[in-house]
């Protein structure tokens, strides 16, 4: 079982960057899946997730209308678009997966811990220089 996480880098605030999460070794499709992030010296904070079909996606409060996420069932892999960046985004991204049938996660918004998901990434590193 791999997820694998790519697309970060270092952007200037305004940019965007594309991450990707590419999943393999498990059914993809049955899973949701969720970004998590962490800043430099500070706690891990949950970004975005999405239900195993991409219909339903929640978000961050803070995140809303600049961060986008999708999937891609066909190719196994997760997205996040990420526009209008400011240097407080600067995080390792972590993708993590959760199995649908047996979901315990009550709020996605407290889901920041690798022992909540199925599988975690080892994460991508953004940096947004200002």
């Known amino acids: 079982v791999q997820l694998v996480e790519s697309g970060g880098g270092l952007v200037q605030a305004g940019g965007s960057l594309r991450l990707s999460c590419a999943a393999s070794?498990?059914?993809?499709?049955?899973?949701?899946m969720s970004w998590v992030r962490q800043a430099p010296g500070k706690g891990p904070e949950w970004v975005s997730a999405?239900?195993?079909?991409?219909?339903?996606?929640t978000y961050a409060d803070s995140l809303k209308g600049r961060f986008t996420i999708s999937r891609d069932n066909a190719k196994n892999t997760l997205y996040l678009q990420m526009n209008s960046l400011k240097p407080e985004d600067t995080a390792v991204y972590h993708c993590a997966a959760v199995d649908a049938t047996k979901l315990t996660i009550t709020r996605w918004a407290e889901a920041i811990h690798p022992y909540q998901y199925n599988y975690w990434g080892q994460g991508t590193q953004v940096t947004v220089s200002s």
């Open positions: 999405i239900s195993t079909s991409g219909a339903t996606t």
């Open positions: 070794g498990f059914n993809f499709g049955g899973f949701d």
